[in-house]
C-alpha cells in the first residue's frame, strides 16, 4: 500500500514563500511522475507543476517563474517552493504521484491535501 503524506501548508501573508513537501511511502519500485495540483474553494481541481524522474518539469501559466517543483528521487518525496504568493494562491494542495510501479502493477495515487491560505 502506497501513501503520500503532504506538508508545509499553512497562512501566509501576500509576497510571502512557503514550501510544500509530499513523501510517498510503500513498497515502490519507481514513480514516474510526481506533481502538485490544487482547488480553490467553489473551483475545479487544476494542474500546478509536475516533474518526471528523468527532470522534465511542467507549469501551470499562472505559477511559472513563481513557484518551482524539485524532487528527491531517494526519498519518493517531491517539492514545491512557493514565493511571492497572491491571494489567488489561497487553495488545497494536493499531491500526485502518477504511474507508481509496485510488485503487482502500476497505479496513482493522491495526498490528503494541504491548505494554502494567503492573507493579511
Known amino acids: 500500500q502506497v501513501q503520500l503524506v503532504e506538508s508545509g501548508g499553512g497562512l501566509v501573508q501576500p509576497g510571502g514563500s512557503l514550501r510544500l513537501s509530499c513523501a510517498a511511502s510503500?513498497?515502490?519500485?519507481?514513480?514516474?511522475?510526481m506533481g502538485w495540483y490544487r482547488q480553490a474553494l467553489g473551483k475545479q481541481r487544476e494542474l500546478v507543476a509536475t516533474i518526471t524522474s528523468g527532470g522534465s518539469t511542467n507549469y501551470a501559466d499562472a505559477v511559472k517563474g513563481q513557484f518551482t517543483i524539485s524532487r528527491d528521487h531517494a526519498k519518493n518525496t517531491v517539492y514545491l517552493r512557493m514565493n511571492s504568493l497572491k491571494p489567488e494562491d489561497t487553495a488545497v494542495y494536493y499531491c500526485?504521484?502518477?504511474?507508481?510501479?509496485?510488485?503487482?502493477?502500476?497505479?496513482?495515487?493522491w495526498g490528503q491535501g494541504t491548505q494554502v491560505t494567503v492573507s493579511s
Open positions: 500526485n504521484a502518477e504511474a507508481v510501479i509496485l510488485s503487482d502493477g502500476e497505479y496513482d495515487y
Open positions: 510503500g513498497s515502490i519500485f519507481s514513480i514516474y511522475v
